[in-house]
């Protein structure tokens, strides 16, 4: 099993920026990929990026040039940093992992049925 804490989140003015944290812990040696989701009430979840084990990343289309997914496999922690936030980045945050890889040749899986793993979320409220 897998257990993933994320940190961060909070209140941020539209242009200002956050860092969102995912800390891993339990079997970490069989995840091969994690990835941010967010979601709002009403909406399904949306996936926001992902990473996987060779270090690839891919985005949705509406955070990228914005957010970077890295991690530090040292501190088995994922980060998502976020800049220019704009109100409709306002969400609840999840982090994802799966022993799967998560790229494929036309983005990456951004199912949240696809990942086995999840944390709890952290909320991120952007106001204008």
């Known amino acids: 099993q897998v257990q993933l804490v994320e940190s961060g989140g909070g209140s941020v003015q539209a242009g200002g920026s956050a860092r969102l944290s995912c800390a891993a812990s339990?079997?970490?040696?069989?995840?091969?990929?994690m990835a941010w989701f967010r979601q709002t009430p009403g909406k399904e979840r949306e996936g926001v990026a992902c990473?996987?084990?060779?270090?690839?990343?891919s985005y949705a289309d509406s955070v990228k040039g914005r957010f970077t997914i890295s991690q530090d496999n040292a501190k088995n922690t994922l980060y998502l940093q976020m800049n220019n936030l704009k109100p409709e980045d306002t969400a609840l945050y999840y982090c994802?992992?799966?022993?799967?890889?998560?790229?494929?040749?036309?983005?990456?899986?951004?199912?949240?049925?696809?990942?086995?793993?999840w944390g709890q979320g952290t909320q991120v409220t952007v106001s204008s």
């Open positions: 990473i996987d084990r060779g270090r690839s990343t």
């Open positions: 994802a992992a799966d022993p799967r890889p998560c790229i494929w040749s036309i983005g990456f899986r951004s199912a949240a049925a696809e990942y086995k793993y």
């Open positions: 339990g079997s970490t040696y069989s995840i091969n990929s």
